[in-house]
């Protein structure tokens, strides 16, 4: 009895919903309203569950930087940070930058294939199956896209955070492989590339390859998702979203560092910025409470949110409550992975008056996270140039929250 | 261009997905069989992203055990093991152990409540909403059905142990919230009750409930998934699954154990049955080469599995390939996390004879998995009881894979 209920009711949902999407025309710019899922039959429930109807996050894409590339095309896509647990996100939920928007390579596992080539003893070319044979490594890192910097017009932490996500990546160490290949005397550098129209490449150190890069096929137990990069993408650790190409074709060792359309804002003809690192700094956001949300009245509430680093596992996170003049150190609950998001919590009593809060995080490394001031002052620029330009650099100042005497939170970079 | 072209792909395939629904007269027995899923339009992908087409990993129902309360109704759903990496289990191909099959309560959380009583100081009921202002708690653990046990007639690894699942749990550690409502004297056991109409209920030692157990509202980032009892799930890390309560309801607190439906093979005539233990032992086995799988020929292999304990952290795996008389130690690349699947590995030269691959796990409480044997034995039963009825108690006993000479890969249990 309960079961035909159920039937027909899924039924019924599932052909209305195929009629809509029917009408759409989809281009690039309309792809750009998340709309509702049809549901599955109860057949399909079986086979691969999904999550209730109740929960609605979605990601949204950024509609103020379209495509260099394309004209219309979506370039980033943006997580609902202020709406997950714990620390993985979900992959159906994970942040994308690139410059095909969702339209992504539909590529057969069963043809793809990644070859290791240049200053090496051996070239070796590898189809996905073939790399499954080697001993595989999972762990947990976020990734995080140069492109994620606050800006005070932007409302939420989707809006000023949601180009970072983390996963638990499974695949091959690149070391490994290089081994496999013979690394010839003289090679210093890699530069890798994959299958998006620019290429979507970058120079990296070989000390960085040999010591925790990965060749990734697996994210969060099943294949990378195809706007992840499936079959095939590089695992680079701590480092700038980009150089994690995706759709992974070929990885080519040389001795020097070459210029790849990838390099934003590296290329810059001030020194200051051109030099500026590729390994985020320790970094750290208060997803509750954060900007649009709304706090019902005075009282406990624990304070939430994430922190992470490319330098390694995060070693404390404080939070202020007045703007940054006093800090208390907050509780990391779970275990603590290194390049990973890592959630913190602190009990929090609000009278009721207006405040700000703010968070920041120290890494095993030492580094402390930097207000936007003191960002400012390491690139050797006028904060003003920050206001007008974005940070060009890796961006990791203190995000600040302004609870308002009514609950209501703001964004509260000036 | 290419967006216009995925498009139109997208219409007509989930046109042809909606009438293939429609012509489904769905049962439970018949919604044993997985199909392919219409595909998302662009628009949707932007919101909520989904795997490749070339992935098709399913979960499979068990045909041979409906549920014992509704004829025709699916009991257990199976995790396809053997295509999962890493150790998280993609929260739609978790395992599904309900009485309900894939026919789920449909929760609203802004109504759902969650209560303590009994013999407590202040009893107390709370909201989804609520119960997120607390601490929250995020770890890695996997939950075994007590129904997870190999048979000689099962062909696949996803048979014989596809009823174990690890996710990333965060929730209110039960601890606060049982200081919260004020403990009484003489209290010693709680009793847990869910929405299913059997209660999917159990009583647990106090000891525990104040040790480690959680009261659930995220799975792997996001909410829980209906299958997993959204809203709020009992996650209890180490005991068989069912202690885990599904649509959370209430946990009285009381003086003594009480028996509840979900006492399966608890209630028995034997004494030494009815004694068996709530806590999953040292536990593993090799997902690749596992049963129903083919080896294309000799060569170098990378033996795969995995490994958990209901006692803490895996300390070791070992694996034979001569059928248990000579062990060799796995390498375990990631992380290790307390009662959590752990991924082992080790290179295997395989040289085209027959023989018997095993994996064994030792945890960190220096407990051994034990051989079939010596599982029986523990019980005082022979051999040929649980051949005929099935391991009654937790079933850890060590899985061996017999690879013929023709590559094929057969389960050898006997």
Redesign the interface.
């Known amino acids: 009895m309960?079961?035909?209920k159920?039937?027909r009711r899924?039924?019924l949902k599932?052909?209305a919903?195929?009629a809509a999407?029917?009408a759409?025309?989809?281009?690039?710019a309309?792809?750009?309203?998340?709309?509702a899922?049809?549901p599955?039959?109860?057949?399909?429930?079986?086979?691969?569950?999904?999550?209730?109807?109740?929960?609605t996050?979605?990601?949204?894409?950024v509609v103020d930087r379209p495509s260099p590339d394309q004209f219309g095309?979506?370039f980033h896509?943006l997580t609902p940070l202020q709406?997950?647990?714990?620390?993985?996100?979900?992959?159906?939920?994970?942040f994308?930058g690139t410059h095909?928007?969702?339209?992504v390579p539909?590529?057969?596992?069963?043809e793809h294939k990644f070859m290791i080539h240049g200053m090496v003893d051996r070239p070796l070319e590898f189809t996905v199956d073939e790399l499954k044979?080697?001993?595989?490594?999972?762990?947990?890192h976020f990734i995080e896209c140069l492109g994620n910097h606050s800006k005070p017009e932007y409302k939420t932490v989707q809006e000023t955070h949601g180009l970072t996500s983390c996963s638990?990546?499974?695949g091959v160490p690149m070391s490994l492989l290089l081994k496999e290949c013979g690394v010839q005397k003289g090679a210093a550098w890699i530069v890798s590339e994959g299958l998006e129209e620019v290429k979507g490449g970058g120079s990296i150190r070989l000390a960085k390859a040999m010591d925790d890069m990965m060749v990734a096929?697996?994210q969060?137990?099943?294949?990378l998702?195809?706007?992840q990069g499936?079959?095939l993408r590089l695992i680079v650790p701590g480092f700038e979203g980009v150089y994690n190409t995706k759709w992974l074709r070929r990885v080519k060792v040389v001795d020097r560092y070459y210029m790849t359309y990838n390099d934003y804002g590296h290329i810059q003809k001030e020194e200051e910025i051109a030099a500026m690192t590729v390994q985020w700094g320790p970094k750290s956001v208060i997803t509750f409470p954060s900007g649009g949300q709304q706090l019902p009245g005075p009282g406990?509430?624990?304070i939430?949110g994430l922190a992470w680093s490319g330098g390694g596992k995060v070693r404390k996170v404080e939070i202020s409550a007045d703007g940054g003049q006093t800090w208390k150190e907050a509780?990391i609950?779970?275990?603590v992975?290194s390049k990973a998001h890592t959630?913190f919590?602190l009990?929090w009593k609000w009278d009721g008056q207006e405040c700000t809060l703010m968070s920041r995080c120290t890494d095993e490394l030492g580094q402390l996270q930097p207000m936007r001031s003191q960002l400012a002052q390491h690139f050797h620029e006028p904060p003003d140039y920050y206001k007008t330009h974005g940070v060009q650099g890796t961006d990791n100042m203190i995000q600040p929250w302004r609870v308002a005497s009514d609950g209501s939170v703001h964004n509260a970079l000036v």
């Open positions: 309960a079961s035909k159920a039937s899924g039924f599932a052909g919903a195929a999407v029917g759409i025309k989809t281009t690039g309309e792809a750009a309203l998340p709309q899922q049809p599955k039959s109860l057949k399909d429930l079986v086979a691969y569950g999904e999550r209730s109807r109740f929960v996050s979605v990601r949204v894409p095309l979506i896509i709406e997950q647990v714990g620390n993985i996100t979900p992959s159906s939920l994970h994308v095909r928007g969702a339209i539909d590529l057969d596992p069963k044979r080697f001993p595989s490594v999972s762990r947990i638990e990546w499974t096929y697996g969060n137990g099943e294949p998702r195809p706007q499936f079959p406990v509430y624990q939430t509780e609950p779970g275990e992975h959630r919590g009990n």
